[in-house]
C-alpha cells in the first residue's frame, strides 16, 4: 500500500515537470484582519469557546426563561459532553445565565 502511494506521488510530482499552457492562479487577496483579541482585568487573553448543543440545551432554555431569560441562540454546551455538562446562555437584555446539568438533571448556578 505504502509503495502505490509512494508511485502514484512520484507520478503526480513528475507531471508538474512538464511545462503546459495552463494559467498561473491569480495571486490570494489578503486575509481580512482577525478580530482584535480580548483581555481580562489582569491582561490575560480570554478564551472564546465556539457555541455547541448538548443533549439538555432544551432543558437549560426552558429553565432561563422561567428566569426571565430569553435568547434566539439558546444554551450551548460549555463543557464537554458527559455526565456532568455545564453551559451557557446569553440573554436578550445582555446577561448570562449558566445550569450544571448532572445525568441530565439541571440546576441553576
Same mark, same amino acid.
Given at each position: ?12 510530482? @513528475? ?9 498561473? &492562479? ?6 481580512? &484582519? ?5 483581555? $481580562? ?5 480570554? =478564551?472564546?469557546? &465556539? ?24 444554551? @450551548?454546551?460549555?463543557?464537554?459532553? @458527559? &455526565? ?7 440573554? =436578550? $437584555? ?16
Amino acid at each position: 500500500m505504502k509503495r502505490a502511494l509512494l508511485l502514484v506521488a512520484v507520478l503526480l510530482g @513528475g507531471c508538474s515537470m512538464f511545462k503546459s499552457k495552463m494559467e498561473t &492562479p491569480a495571486p490570494v487577496a489578503a486575509a481580512t &484582519p482577525a478580530a482584535p483579541q480580548l483581555v $481580562d482585568a489582569n491582561g490575560a487573553p480570554i =478564551e472564546r469557546v &465556539p457555541f455547541r448543543t448538548g443533549v439538555s440545551s432544551a432543558t437549560v432554555e426552558k429553565l432561563a426563561r422561567e428566569q426571565g431569560c430569553t435568547s434566539g441562540q439558546g444554551a @450551548g454546551l460549555v463543557t464537554e459532553a @458527559g &455526565p456532568i455538562e455545564v453551559y451557557r446562555m446569553r440573554c =436578550e $437584555d445582555g446577561k448570562v445565565f449558566m445550569a450544571r446539568c448532572e445525568l441530565r438533571q439541571c440546576r441553576k448556578m
